[in-house]
């Protein structure tokens, strides 16, 4: 392998190690919360309360309250899909000052309220690049469809049914109405690798 080859393997996995970290983190987290709040479904079902939540149970080393500028959680930068196209100012906009975390294993975690329910808007290594959809930057959510004690790797819809939709969401031109890259996480976990990235859509839907 070349050295350019081998850097982008070993940035890879560094970002797998880190996807799968914080996913423990946040279901050991809301595991505690429910035997505390109940589960989800009971909350408030704000962003600021499910950050109250949530920000007793990890380990910080920066905390951003809804109200206060949040950059010092998560990096005030343009964010782009799995396609390189800019993903919608309106999610990551840090003038809308959202509740945000930073752990102290350097994850930021964003609370975002979209349609009534709750997404983790989580950048794994903070203020470095390439801020990609499907690479370091991705979506958790809670399920409200099946399993109420579970996080999801992706945006709640993805776990429908359809297993298409997180295959077809982590090509590079999706066909459903979310960015490309929403719900790489599901091959994240299942194949432990970012192989998707060096992959034509065909292949990665082969492959899901």
């Given amino acids: 392998m070349t050295m350019p080859s081998l850097i982008q393997n070993y940035r890879e996995k560094e970002l797998v190690t880190s996807y799968k970290r914080v996913y423990s983190i946040l279901n050991q987290a809301y595991l505690k919360l429910i035997n505390e709040y109940g589960p989800y479904t009971d909350w408030d079902r704000t962003d600021e309360d499910t950050y109250n939540k949530f920000k007793t149970q990890l380990k910080l080393s920066a905390d951003c309250p809804p109200g206060e500028a949040n950059t010092a959680c998560i990096t005030d930068t343009t964010y782009k899909d799995l396609n390189n196209e800019d993903i919608n100012p309106g999610i990551l906009n840090t003038s809308r000052k959202q509740p945000a975390v930073r752990l102290i294993s350097g994850e930021s975690i964003l609370f975002y309220n979209y349609s009534n329910g709750i997404h983790f808007i ?45 295959g077809e969401l982590c090509q590079k031109e999706p066909s459903w109405n979310w960015f490309a890259g929403s719900t790489c996480g599901y091959w994240i976990l299942s194949h432990g690798n970012m192989e998707y990235l060096h992959l034509i859509d065909k292949e990665i839907l082969d492959k899901w």
């Fill in 122 to 166: 989580v950048d794994l290594n903070g203020n470095r690049n390439p801020n990609r959809l499907g690479e370091d930057l991705h979506f958790f959510s809670f399920n409200d469809g099946k399993n109420y004690m579970t996080i999801l790797p992706g945006p709640a819809w993805s776990d429908s049914g359809n297993n298409n939709h997180g």
